[in-house]
Structure formats: C-alpha cells, structure tokens
C-alpha cells in the first residue's frame, strides 16, 4: 500500500500532538496505529473518542472484547488481532475465549457464543441480520440495547481495521508474541 508516515509526537500534525501524548500516557507508548493515524486528526480523535465510548456500554470487558476480535477477525486486520489479544492476555480473558476467537471457532460458554455468532451475523450482512439472528442474541440474555453496543463497536473496529490495511501498519514490538493471520 501507500507509504504512510509514524508520526512521533514531535512530526504529528498539530491537531494531533495532544492526542498522540494522551494516547501515549494511557497505553505506556505510542502505537504504530495511532502514529499513523495522527496524520488525520479527526480520525485519531474519533478512534479515541469512540473506544472510550465503547468501554461505557453495559458489555463487558470480555464481551467487549469478542466484539473487536469477531470484527478483527472478519476484517482480516493482523495487526489488531496481535493488539487485542495481548491486551486480553493482560486482563486474564479465559485462553479458550481468545482462541475461538483467533480462529472462528465457537466458545464455550453459551451466552458469549451468542454474542459471537450475533456480531458475525451482523458484519457478514452488512448490518441486515434475520429476525431469527436478533431473536437467538435476545434469547441469551442480551437487549435491543446491546445491538446497538454491537454495531457500535463494529463501527470502532471498521476505522482501525480498515486504516492498518491502507498503511499496512507493522505489529509493535509489545504485540509480536501474539501476531496473526488470516492464513
């Protein structure tokens, strides 16, 4: 693809210096997505903007967390299948979990299975799922709410996603152990 700059804080665009430092401060470093992100500052304020958004809903970390690797996955976005399962590592998300989620396979638990198969349904129908799909997502236990939870954090993903294949954004060092592909 296109060779897109890693920006540092001190070559980002001006709008996006604050952003990269916040970023920075919270995650322990600056992100090869980020960096490269900040050449847009709005998509860098969206991304952060909407991910802290997306922490408020009534999902769950782990919940969570199967929405972006469902989205990852079907998006074949390597680079932040390597960062969300270093980060599921890090808050002790069950081994099974993050492996039926890097490879598509189903997880064990009921209800988290649902979610699973509900956030699939809706990405590979671009937003079209059947009666059906929303009547299994509802007999879990899930609400009309955490749909739109579902489509929001669908929303999240499409941006980061689809940025690391336009720049083709290498795996940080601190996510290499966990790299992936759709191979």
């Known amino acids: 693809m296109?060779?897109?700059?890693l920006h540092t804080i001190d070559s980002a665009p001006e709008q996006s210096k604050s952003l990269l430092k916040q970023a920075e401060e919270a995650y322990g470093f600056n992100l090869n997505l980020?960096?490269?992100i900040a050449e847009s500052p709005a998509l860098l304020e969206a991304y952060l903007a909407l991910s802290d958004i997306f922490n408020k809903t009534s999902l769950s970390g782990t919940e969570r967390l199967i929405v972006i690797m469902t989205n990852n996955r079907l998006n074949g976005c390597e680079y932040c299948m390597a960062a969300h399962t270093t980060g599921a590592k890090a808050q002790n998300i069950a081994d099974d979990v993050i492996e039926?989620?890097?490879n598509g396979t189903a997880i064990g638990d009921q209800k988290?299975?649902?979610?699973?198969?509900?956030t699939s349904k809706l990405i590979n129908t671009?937003?079209?799922p059947m009666q059906s799909d929303l009547d299994a997502f509802y007999a879990a236990g899930y609400t009309r709410g955490n749909v739109f939870d579902v489509i929001l954090g669908t929303g999240l993903k499409l941006m980061s996603n689809y940025?690391?294949?336009?720049?083709?954004?290498?795996v940080d060092d601190a996510f290499k152990a966990n790299t992936?592909?759709?191979e």
């Open 2 to 5: 296109a060779d897109f700059t």
């Open 34 to 36: 980020f960096a490269g």
């Open 100 to 102: 039926a989620l890097r």
């Open 112 to 118: 988290l299975e649902a979610l699973r198969t509900f």
């Open 126 to 128: 671009r937003g079209r």
């Open 163 to 170: 940025a690391n294949h336009i720049m083709d954004t290498p």
């Open 180 to 182: 992936w592909s759709m």
